[in-house]
């Protein structure tokens, strides 16, 4: 049974290049910033937040000194209420998917998610092919109780860092995760996905999430919301938290200056999946015990899953963790049961406009 309870992916993190103390780094203003929702169809919050933005001329998202554009990333989706048609949009930003030519017959024949990758990218580039938008937020839920948190790459610049910092001043709850590249690529793609992956620019893609369309950016992950429901209060929390974005943004385009700061971020060390029979059938589920307390620590020894015959499965692993994305709905097909972190400071830079560079 102890062989169910292990962790993939348990690579050694590469630290975080940004614990230089006393150290100043200077950013260009924001000049366009995009929310998407409905990059997944049935995570109605960003949905209806984003179909109610382009019905409106929506002011509120509007600040002066950058664009705000908003998009509903995957329509079909949306309109059939289901995660995906053919594939995860949230794994086709990548080059191969964006770049490699097609005859137009071809094109026709690709998965719904890959023409609308390469729809949205020609969207959002500039005239030189490049990257047009500076800032993007990705809204996403989850059947987990996570509460809201951001989710950025490990790759991330102080930039969002200090967005991400400023909102939990407003908003404790927040919580910031890392986002490896290849985290959770197994999930709906197969092993080729990271051959590939290694010959792309390691920067400009790094986990093949619509989020990547932009310069920058963040996930607004928010649970937990079953799949195919609104819920009121969510939904004007998530309203609340993008405008808080929008703020900040704003006020360091006027000049405000970001301090050092250490701040609590919850990296990726893996994921466990069910413990299954030689059929690959599941037998057991998340223990009581464990269920709901996302983002509180794991010891050894805890319980972890219960069997469909009663028994409790404690947690083998060596080292305190702190799990999310428990009974994550759309993860269970794959029979990943949660997802685990380790939590860390790390140390961000002082930040300024460049155009306050001495
Ligand atoms: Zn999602």
Not at 28 to 33: F, G, I, Q
Not at 66 to 88: G, K, S
Not at 171 to 195: A, V
Not at 330 to 347: D, H, M, P, Q
Request: charged residues 25%.
């Amino acid at each position: 049974m102890e062989k169910c309870v292990t962790a993939e992916h348990m690579t050694t993190l590469l630290p975080v290049k940004m614990d230089v103390c006393g150290q100043v780094k200077y950013h260009d203003p924001v000049h366009s910033l995009c929310i998407s929702g409905g990059t997944h169809g049935n995570e109605l919050n960003g949905v209806y937040l984003v179909k109610n933005w382009l019905k409106s001329e929506a002011r509120e998202i509007q600040r002066n000194s950058f664009r705000t554009q908003v998009v509903l990333a995957n329509p079909r989706a949306t309109e059939q209420c289901v995660r995906f048609t053919d594939v995860d949009l949230n794994r086709q930003i990548t080059p191969e998917n964006l770049f490699s030519s097609s005859e137009s017959s071809e094109e026709k024949c690709l998965p719904y998610e890959i023409q609308r990758a390469r729809e949205l990218y020609s969207q959002f580039q500039d005239e030189s092919g490049e990257k047009g938008v500076d800032f993007w937020l990705d809204l996403h839920n989850t059947t987990a109780n996570t509460g809201p948190f951001f989710i950025m790459s490990q790759t991330v610049g102080p930039f969002p860092l200090h967005l991400a910092s400023h909102l939990q001043m407003k908003f404790p709850e927040i919580r910031i995760m890392f986002l490896k590249p290849g985290n959770f690529e197994r999930l709906h793609l197969d092993g080729d996905q990271d051959k590939e992956r290694k010959h792309a620019p390691p920067l400009k893609f790094p986990t093949g999430g619509v989020l990547d369309m932009g310069k920058e950016g963040f996930t607004l992950e928010m649970g937990p919301l079953a799949n195919g429901i609104l819920n009121a209060s969510m939904f004007n929390l998530a309203k609340e938290i993008i405008y808080g974005v929008l703020d900040i943004v704003e006020e360091f385009n006027n000049g405000k200056e970001f301090k050092e700061k250490e701040i609590e971020v919850f990296k990726p060390l893996g994921i466990i999946h069910y413990p299954a029979d030689e059929n690959s059938e599941i037998t057991a589920m998340i223990s009581p015990d464990l269920d709901g307390k996302d983002w509180k620590p794991l010891h050894p020894g805890d319980s972890l899953f219960l069997s469909f015959s009663g028994e409790t499965i404690p947690y083998t692993g060596h080292d305190v963790v702190w799990p999310v994305f428990i009974n994550e709905a759309a993860y269970f097909r794959n029979n990943i049961a949660l997802s685990i972190t380790t939590k860390e400071k790390v140390t961000v830079p002082a930040l300024k406009l460049k155009a306050n560079q001495p």
